[in-house]
């Protein structure tokens, strides 16, 4: 079990104007931030870092959501990172999401969920590391 994750805050909750909100229940829920950086994905670089779901129908609305406005990206810092942040930001679809999570509070839709955060202690190692060098890395 690793003590880091990493979460992006979606082009949706940049929009409108979520970004300190989401930090604060992110700090509040006791992580810390050891790198991030706010940012913009190309096509060609959403497309990389969702490749794994290059052969699902969803694939290219994905891609073109994730490159339609800047994000913010971060590696988090707690004990049981992975799975206490997939519990902090709540269910994909926000209509499903736990009261006072971050997609029941933010999110828009189920494509438009406000924030992603990784499923896996590897995942959140190789998307951390998509996103940040090790001299970024805290």
């Known amino acids: 079990m690793s003590n880091k994750t990493f979460t992006m ?19 509040k829920g006791g992580f810390k931030i050891t790198a991030m950086k706010y940012t913009y994905l190309t ?6 870092f969702y490749e794994v779901h290059k052969a699902r129908p969803f694939y290219g609305e994905l891609v073109e959501f994730m490159s339609s406005g800047p994000i913010v990206a971060a590696i988090l810092e707690k ?3 992975v799975e206490d942040f ?19 509070l933010f999110a828009q839709s189920i494509s438009a969920n406000a924030i992603h955060g990784s499923d896996s202690d590897e995942n959140a190692a190789i998307e951390g590391s998509f996103f940040f060098s090790s001299l970024e890395k805290f």
């Open 9 to 27: 805050i979606k082009p949706d909750a940049v929009a409108n104007g979520h970004i300190g909100a989401i930090l604060d229940h992110i700090i």
């Open 86 to 104: 997939r519990k902090l930001i709540g269910a994909t679809d926000p209509a499903k999401a736990d009261k006072g999570t971050i997609r029941n």
């Open 43 to 48: 096509e060609q670089k959403a497309g990389q």
């Open 79 to 81: 004990d049981n990172a």
